[in-house]
C-alpha cells in the first residue's frame, strides 16, 4: 500500500509529503455490572498522507497542506483521484512558506511498558480483574464498564528523509457507579494508563463507589461565597493545560499568548509555591517525526521553553519541538489532609473545563466536601468560577502524588479566594 501511495505521489508530481501508517491492535471488553456482555479484538490499518503546495501569488509564497486517510485495498486510481483533490485544495490554503522538518532515518523503537509482557487479551482482563476488585459494596457498585488494551503500531516517512517507527501499548476505559439510597445516582469515570497499573484502577474504583455514595446521600447546595477551594487528581491535569497551551508556538505568532523565554508566567507569587513544570513526551516522535524527550518549561515560575509544529516554530524562528500534552509537575510541601482544612473540596464536576486564552476555570459541581472545625458536610449543586490569572500565585500543592496517562504530580491544589455559587 505504501508503495502504491509514493508511485501516485510520483505520477502527480507531489515532491513534499509526509505518509503516517497507523496499525492498530485492541483487545477489548464490554460489562453490564460483573458480568461480561461482549469480547471483541479489533486490527485496524489506516495511512494518513498529507501533501504540500507551494505557490506564489503578488510576489508571497505560500505552502498550503491537505491530509487524505486511506485504507489498505483501496484501487490504485483512487489513491490518484484523492491525492489529486488534496494538492488542488493545498493550493488554496495561503500559508506564509516554511521549510519542511528534516528528520531521522531510525529503526523501531518501542515504548517501554509493562503491558507489554503479556498478550492484549491477557492485559484486558488483569484490567478487568482490577476494576472489579474494588466493586465489593452494598450500597454502591459498578453497573456498566468498557475496558481496551491496545498496541499502537505508528510509521512515520516523509519526503525530507524522515523515516521513524514507534510501537505503544496502552490500556484504556470508563465505567459507570452507581448508589440506589437515598437517591438513585449515577457518575461516570474513565482511565488511560500506559503500564499495567491495576492498584491504580483499582484504588480509582475504590475512590469512585465512595464519591457516589457520598452523591446519593449529598442533599444540600453550597453557601454562595468565596472560599478555600481544593482541586486533585483529573483536575490537576486539566489546570496544568493553560501552561502547556499558553507556551505552543501556534499560541504565540498569532499572539494569543505573549509568552517567551524569560515571562513569568504565574505573575508575582505571593502566598503560594512557584511552579516547576515538565513537559513530557508522550510518544517517541511527533506526527511530523520529531523526536521528543523530556523538556523543562517553567522553573520557579519563569518560561523556559516554546513548543509546537514545524510551521509555527519556523515563523518564531526557533528548532521545531513537536506540541506537548503531558506533564509533570515538581512541586508539594502540604500534606493533603492539612492542605483541605477550612476548604471547599469539589471532587466530581458535571463538566471541569479551563480555559487557557483568559485563565478561566470552573464547573457545576455533582459532589463537595465542606471541611470545618465542626465536621465534613456534603454539599451537590452550584459551580465554582475562578482565574488563574488572578490564583495563580496562590497556590499550594499537595506532598502526595497523582499518575495518569498524562499528568504526574502533586494529587491536589489549595488555590484561595474562588467564587462559588450556591443558595
Request: glycine fraction near 6%; charge should be negative; proline fraction near 4%.
Amino acid at each position: 500500500m505504501k508503495q502504491a501511495i509514493l508511485n501516485a505521489l510520483s505520477a502527480l508530481n507531489i515532491s513534499d509529503y509526509s505518509i503516517t501508517e497507523q496499525q492498530r491492535s485492541s483487545a477489548e471488553l464490554f460489562f453490564i455490572k460483573k458480568r461480561l456482555d461482549m469480547r471483541r479484538v479489533k486490527d485496524t490499518h489506516e495511512y494518513s498522507v498529507t501533501v504540500y503546495n507551494v505557490f506564489e501569488e503578488d510576489g508571497k509564497k505560500f505552502r498550503g497542506s491537505s491530509t487524505v486517510i486511506l485504507f489498505p485495498g483501496t484501487e490504485a486510481a483512487e489513491i490518484t483521484r484523492q491525492l489529486y483533490d488534496a494538492y488542488n485544495a493545498a493550493g488554496y490554503v495561503k500559508n506564509p512558506y516554511y521549510d519542511l522538518y528534516e528528520g531521522p532515518k531510525e529503526a523501531v523503537k518501542e515504548v517501554p511498558s509493562t503491558l507489554s509482557v503479556h498478550t492484549l487479551s491477557q492485559n484486558a482482563e488483569l484490567m478487568a480483574a482490577a476494576l472489579f476488585a474494588a466493586d465489593t459494596r452494598e450500597d454502591a457498585w459498578l453497573n456498566s464498564a468498557e475496558i481496551f488494551a491496545c498496541r499502537d503500531h505508528i510509521s512515520i516517512f516523509a519526503s525530507t528523509g524522515t523515516d521513524v517507527s514507534y510501537v505503544k501499548y496502552s490500556c484504556k476505559g470508563e465505567f459507570v457507579a452507581q448508589a440506589k439510597e437515598p437517591q438513585d445516582v449515577e457518575q461516570y469515570f474513565s482511565f488511560t494508563y500506559n503500564d499495567l497499573d491495576t492498584d491504580a484502577l483499582t484504588d480509582k474504583v475504590r475512590h469512585a463507589l465512595d464519591a457516589v455514595c457520598d452523591r446519593a446521600h449529598a442533599t444540600d447546595c453550597p453557601e454562595a461565597g468565596t472560599y478555600d477551594v481544593v482541586l486533585s487528581d483529573r483536575h490537576m491535569a486539566t489546570l496544568m493545560e493553560l501552561y502547556v497551551t499558553r507556551s505552543r508556538a501556534a499560541m504565540i505568532y498569532p499572539h494569543y499568548s505573549d509568552w517567551e523565554i524569560g515571562t513569568a508566567a504565574q505573575g508575582e507569587v505571593t502566598t503560594g509555591e512557584a511552579l516547576n513544570v515538565t513537559l513530557m513526551p508522550h510518544v517517541p516522535y511527533s506526527p511530523e517525526g520529531i523526536p521528543m524527550r523530556e523538556r523543562t518549561l517553567l522553573k520557579d515560575g519563569t518560561v523556559q521553553y516554546i513548543h509546537g509544529t514545524t510551521r509555527f516554530c519556523r515563523y518564531l524562528g526557533i528548532e521545531p519541538t513537536g506540541d506537548y500534552f503531558n506533564t509533570k509537575l515538581d512541586n508539594g510541601t502540604v500534606s493533603f489532609d492539612e492542605l483541605k482544612k477550612g476548604c471547599l473540596y469539589p471532587v466530581s464536576f458535571s463538566d471541569f473545563q479551563m480555559d487557557p486564552m483568559d485563565g478561566h476555570f470552573g464547573g457545576e459541581i455533582r459532589l463537595a466536601y465542606l471541611y470545618t472545625e465542626s465536621g465534613v458536610k456534603l454539599l451537590t449543586g452550584g459551580s465554582i468560577n475562578g482565574s488563574m490569572f488572578d490564583k495563580q500565585g496562590m497556590l499550594t500543592f499537595s506532598r502526595e502524588r497523582y499518575t495518569d496517562a498524562d499528568y504526574s504530580g502533586p494529587f491536589a491544589v489549595r488555590i484561595k479566594g474562588v467564587n462559588v455559587s450556591g443558595k
